[in-house]
Each structure stands twice: as C-alpha cells, then as structure tokens.
C-alpha cells in the first residue's frame, strides 16, 4: 500500500451505526485481535485487555449501560476495550493510569481499523455508563472500560463526516 491508499483506505472508514443480523466470522475475529497486539505500547507492557460479547443477552445489557445506543445492540460483535491498570502501573506508578489509558486507546484504534480493512464495520462507543459496564462483564477493580466497539456488517451513512481544517489543531514550535 504506497501512501495514497493509505490516505484513500483512511478517508473510506466511517461510523456504522445500522448493522445486519449476521455473526462475524472467526478469521474476522482473530485479525482484528492480531492486529491490535502489533499497537504500540508504554514499556511493551501492552496494558490493555479486550472482552468479546457476541451474546444477544448481553449486548442488550451493554447497550443499556450505553444510555440505550441500538447499534450496540445489534451489532454481532462487541469488542469491550479495558485499561489494565495492574500491567503499567507494576512499572510505572500513577503514570501508569495515563498509560493504561493510551495503550487502550491505541489498541481500539488497531482493532477498528483492522475491521475496516476485512470490510467490516464499525462505530466506537464511548458513551457509557462505567459502573453498569463493570457489573454485565464482571470485570475486576484494577480493569477500567474505556471503549465499546460495535462491529459488523451494516449500512454506511450516505457521505463521510467532515472534519475541521487541520491547521486548527496545529501549533508551530509553541502554542
Ligand atoms: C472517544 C469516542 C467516543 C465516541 N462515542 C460514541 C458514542 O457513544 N456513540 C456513537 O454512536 N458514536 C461515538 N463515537 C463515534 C464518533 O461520533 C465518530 O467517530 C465521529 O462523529 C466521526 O465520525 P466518523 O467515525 O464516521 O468519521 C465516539 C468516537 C470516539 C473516538
């Protein structure tokens, strides 16, 4: 890929939020999780964890904790993005906290990228309640959510999202 499809491959994702009854198959599954280990991560320590919800039950419980959103109830796979805060913080203190959180954040970033690149489809869920979260997973105290990501195969939005100019989010040598 030269970096024009780069560009091309990055201007063709956007947000699914109406998706189809169908699962999403295993190697689809498997790719997107090899990928997310290739992210990058403070120290190697690689401070994040993922649950997987493929059950209709539970994705309903999710997309409740998720002030109702319907796509995390119909998406087939949910990818419950999880700080590790035991893994960054063993090395690196309170600094660790922060850490968890990047590295979480980059791993969920390689997962909906690695879906855009199997022609999945995705929308990443950031509205939730945490607590609600913790208790349909049952994840342990040092593990905090930080992204739910609906995947599946869906119906794109007619046109892409616009972005502003990216001079405004740019400083040259001080703010
Ligand atoms: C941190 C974060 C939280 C988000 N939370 C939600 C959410 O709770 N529900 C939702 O439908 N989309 C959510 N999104 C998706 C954004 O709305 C979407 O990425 C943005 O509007 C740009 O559109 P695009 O992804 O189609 O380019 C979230 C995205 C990010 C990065």
Redesign the pocket.
């Known amino acids: 890929m030269d970096s024009s499809e780069f560009h091309e491959f990055l201007l063709s994702?956007?947000?699914v939020?109406e998706f189809r009854d169908e699962p999403v198959p295993e190697v689809d599954i498997t790719y997107i999780l090899d990928c997310a280990s290739t992210a990058p991560s403070a120290g190697n320590l690689e401070a994040w964890d993922v649950v997987l919800v493929t059950g209709r039950d539970i994705r309903e419980q999710l997309s409740d904790a998720?002030y109702g959103?319907e796509?995390v109830r119909d998406a087939p796979l949910l990818l419950v993005v999880c700080a590790n805060y035991v893994r960054s913080m063993s090395q690196y203190g309170e600094r660790g906290i922060l850490f968890a959180l990047q590295d979480a954040t980059i791993a969920c970033t390689y997962m909906m990228l690695a879906a855009h690149a199997r022609r999945l489809h995705s929308?990443?869920?950031?509205?939730?309640v945490e607590e609600d979260v913790r208790t349909v997973l049952g994840l342990p105290a040092h593990v905090r959510p930080v992204?739910i990501l609906c995947v599946g195969r869906g119906h794109p939005p007619g046109r892409?999202?616009e972005r502003l100019p990216v001079g405004e989010h740019v400083h040259s040598n001080a703010w």
């Open positions: 994702r956007s947000s939020r998720a959103q796509h929308c990443w869920v950031g509205a939730f992204a892409l999202t």
